[in-house]
């Protein structure tokens, strides 16, 4: 009797299961393109400019996510709006699991509240997968100023009411928000001195033309480090591993702090078993401490989330940015 060769023999075995499948109706097209995920590489989109801390923190994690989950992960830059382009595109890409998104928080809750017409719907239009990083924002100011703590410029700013500056990356940028939150929070009026990106506000408070402004970790540290600038405070909710022994502003005012994430999404629709399956692979990924040290040293932690979390933060944040948006009058058209 001739027996059937093992690799003929195996095929049969599976053109038998699929035929079987299709008679009892519980096999689809779909099912095994989600059975086979990944069969081709995947792009990360990422709707800020190369170079960035987007950018920054999404190809280190595309380079470990790749051999993790069996495909190349390439990263690709598609910019414009604030982020709103690349955003907008990945809304509409195919929920097959090979288009995904790796935004910034400030693309994905402030602008719906500053843009009229972002071009996307942050909630409707994506699946979360997980948080994938934070990145802390400082309050800093020039040495030879008078206030070193929070409790001190708070103590001066309600004496001067309207005479201190602060420096942002432009209107409506996260710099500028969290000057406008400190404002509420604590009944000052601080004056929003925009400029035309981080950097340059950055350089004027080195420079002493202003005396604080709020930047983000990666963006200020080496000033602080040189002693060209000091700290006032972090605005996150807990002290940073990146940095435990600066305070955060949440100690002296309780309830001030944002903390500046770093979201992975897919398209709305793309099917469940691709997101656990990308949550799985990511989570794992996150947890190493290769991975954990490169992101350190670009000033981001790793901070893996359930998408539900993610979901969650999104909501909340979308509320509270609307509010904060509101209260200082910036748009963008």
Not at 63 to 84: C, F, K, W, Y
Not at 230 to 244: D, H, N, W, Y
Request: hydrophobic share 45%; charged share 15%.
């Amino acid at each position: 009797m001739n027996q059937v060769p093992q690799p003929r023999r195996k095929m049969m075995s599976t053109c038998a299961a699929i035929a079987w499948a299709l008679a009892a109706g519980t096999f689809t097209g779909s099912t095994l393109a989600q059975d086979t995920y990944p069969a081709k590489p995947i792009v990360i989109v990422v709707p800020q400019a190369a170079g960035g801390a987007n950018d920054t923190v999404a190809r280190a994690f595309a380079q470990r996510l790749g051999p993790a989950i069996g495909q190349s992960v390439v990263v690709e830059n598609r910019t414009g709006a604030g982020g709103n382009v690349g955003t907008a595109q990945v809304a509409r890409a195919p929920t097959d699991g090979y288009t995904l998104l790796l935004t910034a928080q400030s693309a994905q809750t402030i602008n719906p509240a500053l843009y009229r017409n972002p071009g996307f719907d942050p909630v409707n239009d994506f699946a979360p997968i997980m948080t994938v990083a934070t990145a802390p924002y400082l309050l800093v100011a020039h040495p030879g100023f008078q206030a070193k703590t929070l409790k001190e410029l708070i103590d001066l700013a309600r004496q001067r009411p309207g005479k201190i500056d602060y420096a942002s990356a432009g209107n409506g940028t996260l710099n500028h928000l969290l000057g406008v939150m400190l404002n509420s929070s604590a009944g000052l009026h601080l004056v929003h001195i925009p400029y035309r990106g981080a950097a340059a506000a950055a350089a004027d408070v080195v420079g002493g033309q202003v005396p604080i402004t709020f930047g983000s970790f990666p963006g200020v540290m080496p000033f602080v480090k040189s002693g060209k600038l000091q700290v006032i405070g972090v605005a996150t909710e807990k002290r940073t591993r990146l940095a435990p022994e600066l305070p955060t502003l949440n100690e002296s005012l309780p309830g001030f702090f944002a903390n500046s994430w770093y979201g992975l999404f897919a398209p709305a629709g793309t099917p469940q078993p691709i997101i656990q399956k990308l949550l799985t692979e990511s989570t794992r990924v996150l947890a190493s401490p290769d991975l954990q040290e490169r992101m350190a040293g670009q000033g981001a932690e790793t901070s893996p989330s359930t998408p539900e979390e993610l979901a969650r933060l999104v909501r909340e944040e979308l509320i509270m940015w609307a509010r904060i948006v509101k209260e200082s009058g910036a748009t963008v058209d």
